[in-house]
């Protein structure tokens, strides 16, 4: 699969921009600030129909203005993919696939695989658990339409179980039957989800371990690690038993919205004992490791987004990545740097076509 064209009026910081894309590797280079993760972004923002940096979407019109359209021509599996995503201030945001515009925006997942290496990832190894439950969900829902609705559903009957917690609270009143249906509901979606998560980490860890020593060229040992209360309790029970912290806290206290991955190198966590290189090298192993998955599963190749990825890797780690994307296991990518000049030595080293755009 790949990109051809892309143009952006609005967008961020752009007002109106026109590019075509080599079918294996684009550049953009220039000073911070310019606006080459906004392309990348924007490309982000086809594929998935939000932005991976900003989801307050009215934040990505640009200032003064009061709406943006993305238009990218995509070619997949011999086919023309034509998608539009346009937002007008204080309007729904629409996509279109070759002009038709989707009733619901789940349907558009998974039709542009993409995966994107950049330095927000580092969130996924400092920020909370909801951080590394969207990754594991973003990677499974690329590729299972029911893993999405059973989210989708699972998500709206604990909002709906919040609200019942806080209007029995407010009302001093309680109704344990009223709460057993979607305690029932929230059993039924959540142990699905469960199972899914599980059979998918069984597949991707190792997939995961195998790109970390080909990045790093080394046997450092890290480990991922699946946790969640339903796997000595079903959901059910875990209920059953919070049932008092639930009402006293106003919320539900248990479930697979609480789930986590915990990330670890020679056996602790790699947020307090590994270097900014090592977790460096993880998150893009991290990534990597969707990248194959995710092309196991759909049998499209994504495309791959390195965005600013180079700087405080020491130049081991950049060939052993650049050796990794050189081969028939990639298709297009794009990539952002700040030196013209490492760019090009780099990317020469890949023995594929190239284009340099300089913003």
């Known amino acids: 699969m790949q990109l051809r064209q892309l143009s952006l009026?609005?967008?961020?910081?752009?007002?109106?921009?026109?590019?075509?894309?080599?079918?294996?590797?684009?550049?953009?280079?220039?000073?911070?600030g310019i606006g080459k993760t906004n392309i990348l972004d924007a490309i982000y923002h086809l594929c998935f129909?939000?932005?991976?940096?900003?989801?307050?979407?009215?934040q990505n019109i640009r200032h003064g203005s009061d709406f943006f359209v993305i238009d990218g021509t995509f070619e997949k599996e011999n086919r023309e993919e034509k998608i539009v995503c346009s937002l007008k201030k204080n309007n729904k945001k629409i996509i279109k696939r070759n002009g038709k515009a989707y009733d619901r925006f789940a349907d558009h997942i998974g039709l542009l695989p993409l995966v994107i290496i950049s330095p927000a990832d580092r969130d996924l190894i400092i920020e909370g658990s909801e951080t590394r439950r969207k990754f594991i969900d973003g990677v499974i829902s690329q590729s299972d339409k029911s893993y999405l609705q059973n989210l989708i559903n699972y998500n709206k009957v604990v909002s709906q179980r919040n609200a019942l917690l806080k209007y029995f609270a407010a009302n001093r009143t309680f109704n344990k039957d009223t709460l057993a249906v979607y305690d029932e509901q929230m059993h039924t979606y959540g142990s699905e989800i469960f199972k899914k998560r599980t059979t998918f980490l069984e597949s991707f860890i190792p997939i995961f371990q195998e790109q970390y020593?080909?990045?790093?060229?080394?046997?450092?040992?890290?480990?991922?690690?699946?946790?969640?209360?339903?796997?000595?309790?079903?959901?059910?029970?875990?209920?059953?038993?919070?049932?008092?912290?639930?009402?006293?806290?106003?919320?539900?206290?248990?479930?697979?919205?609480?789930?986590?991955?915990?990330?670890?190198?020679?056996e602790y966590p790699i947020k307090k004992f590994g270097s900014q290189g090592q977790q460096k090298s993880f998150l893009i192993a991290l990534k990597f490791a969707q990248f194959h998955f995710m092309k196991s599963q759909s049998g499209t190749t994504p495309i791959l987004i390195l965005d600013d990825i180079f700087d405080k890797l020491d130049e081991n780690r950049v060939s052993h990545i650049i050796t990794l994307v050189n081969n028939e296991n990639f298709g297009q990518i794009f990539?952002?740097?700040?030196?013209?000049?490492r760019t090009e030595s780099i990317v020469k080293k890949i023995h594929q076509s190239y284009k340099i755009f300089k913003l």
């Open 213 to 266: 020593k080909a990045i790093t060229g080394n046997t450092e040992n890290v480990s991922l690690t699946y946790e969640s209360k339903l796997k000595s309790n079903d959901l059910l029970s875990l209920l059953s038993k919070s049932l008092d912290k639930d009402r006293a806290l106003q919320y539900t206290s248990v479930g697979v919205h609480k789930d986590d991955l915990s990330f670890e190198i020679s």
């Open 49 to 58: 129909g939000k932005s991976y940096f900003n989801p307050v979407s009215s």
């Open 335 to 341: 990539i952002s740097d700040t030196h013209a000049d």
């Open 9 to 32: 009026i609005n967008y961020k910081n752009f007002e109106s921009k026109e590019l075509a894309f080599d079918a294996k590797i684009n550049c953009f280079v220039g000073a911070n």
